[in-house]
């Protein structure tokens, strides 16, 4: 996969293309990704590098590129896991394992940072500071490859970090993205199980019904959102699964299941709904002689952008690719794990719409027909070497670079 190194554009769109599609053909699940953490490592090798670290955390790859001068250590994240999807494109690099599919843009992240590794390698003599380059296993599944990874204590000497996320709902259209402060959601899920006294559909007063208990609390639930919390804190409750009965009409069940999740900002609006959610679920439950069973998943936290990195970011983007190809964007009810990098670690997480189809139908992630257009590998690039030559490159980047990787 490797090929001779130097500066000129066409090298290294060919090489991410190359790369991209190899990835594209054989996903992996995530705390799964034996052949991908392979790859990885052999790539990094063949550019030169040495100090590289794997199974960080669990699964994740950490290389270092060390700089010849002294400066700030700056690190890029890029997640690697596939999801338990059926692909259903018509590409000619399609999904080669049954079931599994990279519906989520991990192996355009994986490919974006394997070639800004491969050239800034070239660059060592200019770096004044140490890159680091994070490859992330399981993203998609909680608890997610991050917390494990900043548990390792591999990032302590990181200064500001920094992730890109591609989209395929919206067209390409070589625009980046971003939302200052909290721009993903804390995601926390739950299970309810409502325990009453199966029997007979005609003598309901001899039984509790489950049933009837689990929809009392569904409702309910809603005023977590609508009664108890500040109305100027976004919230969410949502039911996403319910379940009573074996579909028979004059049988009252015994068990009734439902679950969901909460989506919340404020971390003192999430320890609230928690506590809600105990509370209400077990009043209602006891009301109707019955009783209940919680299982709760403090999921993902809320990913914070900091202000000070966000705004640097911000500018220099704008300077290098325009006014109006950067834009702050509504902030997202999604989670997202590198949450738990910017609990610690000063940085931003940005957004490039990716869509394949600029007159047709795009679709969003964890879809079985979502699909990129690959010219957003390239402006991914571009976004890591503009924030590289801010931070750690005394001369400019540009300067290395023959002309703007595509015409957006």
């Not at 325009?322 to 940085?347: C, H, L, R, T, W």
């Amino acid at each position: 996969m490797n090929q001779e190194s130097n500066h000129h554009t066409l090298n290294y769109q060919a090489y991410a293309s190359e790369t991209f599609e190899h990835l594209h053909r054989h996903p992996e699940i995530s705390f799964h990704e034996y052949q991908t953490r392979k790859f990885i490592r052999q790539e990094l090798e063949n550019f030169g590098y040495t100090d590289i670290e794997t199974d960080v955390g669990g699964g994740g790859v950490i290389a270092r590129l060390k700089g010849d001068k002294p400066g700030p250590t700056i690190a890029f994240r890029a997640d690697m896991d596939a999801l338990q999807i059926q692909e259903e494109t018509d590409l000619p690099y399609k999904s080669e394992i049954d079931g599994v599919m990279h519906a989520c843009g991990h192996d355009a992240h994986t490919t974006i940072l394997l070639t800004a590794a491969q050239y800034l390698i070239q660059l060592k003599e200019e770096i004044a500071g140490t890159l680091v380059f994070l490859f992330q296993h399981a993203e998609e599944v909680k608890p997610g490859g991050a917390k494990s990874i900043m548990a390792s204590g591999a990032l302590d000497d990181v200064d500001k970090i920094f992730g890109l996320h591609v989209s395929g709902e919206k067209a390409f259209d070589g625009t980046i993205s971003y939302h200052e402060g909290f721009a993903t959601a804390n995601s926390d899920t739950f299970a309810i199980e409502v325990h009453g006294k199966g029997g007979h559909a005609a003598t309901p007063h001899q039984n509790v019904d489950a049933t009837l208990t689990a929809a009392y609390l569904i409702q309910q639930l809603q005023s977590i959102v609508s009664r108890h919390k500040n109305p100027m804190d976004p919230g969410v409750v949502t039911i996403g699964n319910f379940h009573a009965g074996n579909g028979v009409a004059n049988v009252m069940a015994n068990v009734a299941s439902l679950n969901g999740t909460i989506r919340t900002y404020n971390p003192d609006l999430r320890a609230l709904a928690k506590k809600d959610l105990f509370s209400l679920s077990e009043d209602i439950a006891a009301a109707h002689g019955a009783s209940v069973k919680i299982d709760f998943i403090d999921g993902y936290p809320a990913l914070y952008n900091h202000p000070t990195e966000t705004q640097t970011v911000v500018d220099i983007f704008k300077e290098r690719f325009g006014q109006d190809m950067v834009n702050e964007k509504p902030a997202s009810m999604g989670g997202e794990d590198f949450a738990y990098y910017v609990q610690k670690i000063p940085g931003l997480f940005y957004f490039i719409p990716a869509g394949a189809r600029p007159d047709g139908e795009n679709y969003p992630h964890h879809h079985p027909k979502f699909e990129i257009d690959q010219r957003c590998l390239m402006l991914g690039l571009e976004t890591i070497l503009t924030i590289v030559n801010h931070y750690v490159i005394e001369s400019e980047v540009e300067a290395y670079v023959e002309s703007r990787y595509s015409e957006y």
